[in-house]
């Protein structure tokens, strides 16, 4: 998995409340993104990061935010979790020929 | 738009036969093709790639992938299928803001 962890790998968490996931690189990987995943839509992009306090929006942005504080790790925060967010988040980080490597992946259920 | 379609959710092949997975694209200028595998429980894992140079692009595991400008197509192949090949694939383009589109998937089984 290229030294790409998550965290946490599973949570059922309410309506209503803030969560954050994190994704841990060791490689020094300049470029972070975030992905949901559903089923019929592959893989979505959230957000992504192209260095320490840089961060852009992706397709899927809203009620998501993000944060990347230090090279090696870049938060998801969903500010008040809804149903329609229970998916499976992937991190990933970009290869030295555009190749992305992904984490293990974090199974967030919303009840 | 860039964009890719898998016209295939599933794809069903015995032991021992060719594999091929369709992916077609659009996009502005020159593609950046890409192939990923997706196993249970598990992340997606790269399997090759195409930017530039012979049409015929070797990767892991045995894959292969041929580019086809004409037809816009990209589709995944493998010249004799194994059971462990089962998995779900899907396929990507690098669009214009050098972000990845992905296809939806197509789940891949190989029967004994």
């Known amino acids: 998995d290229a030294g790409i962890t998550q965290s946490p790998r599973h949570k059922v968490t309410e309506t209503g409340t803030p969560v954050t996931l994190r994704c841990h690189q060791t490689?020094?990987?300049?470029?972070m993104y975030w992905y949901r995943q559903d089923p019929g839509h592959g893989l979505r992009l959230i957000h992504y990061s192209y260095g320490v306090k840089d961060t852009d929006k992706g397709e899927v942005s809203d009620g998501y935010s993000v944060s990347r504080s230090k090279t090696e790790d870049f938060l998801l925060t969903l500010e008040s979790a809804t149903s329609s967010q229970t998916s499976v988040y992937f991190c990933?980080?970009?290869?030295?020929?555009?190749?992305?490597?992904f984490g293990p992946g974090t199974r967030l259920t919303v009840t | 738009a860039q964009s890719v379609a898998q016209p295939e959710d599933q794809v069903n092949v015995a032991e021992g036969n060719p594999l091929t997975v369709k992916c077609t694209y659009s996009?502005?200028?020159?593609?950046?093709l890409f192939w990923y595998v997706q196993y249970p429980n598990r992340g997606l894992q790269f399997l090759l790639k195409?930017?530039?140079?012979?049409?015929l692009v070797k990767g892991s595991y045995g894959f292969e992938a041929e580019f086809n400008k004409s037809q816009t197509s990209f589709h995944l192949k493998k010249p004799s299928a194994l059971v462990s090949d089962s998995a779900l694939y899907f396929c990507?383009?690098?669009?214009?803001?050098?972000?990845?589109?992905f296809g939806a998937g197509t789940r891949l089984t190989v029967k004994p």
């Open positions: 195409y930017i530039t140079g012979d049409n």
């Open positions: 996009v502005s200028g020159n593609p950046y």
């Open positions: 990507a383009v690098r669009d214009i803001n050098n972000d990845m589109r």
């Open positions: 490689e020094n990987h300049r470029y």
């Open positions: 990933a980080v970009l290869g030295p020929s555009y190749e992305q490597y």
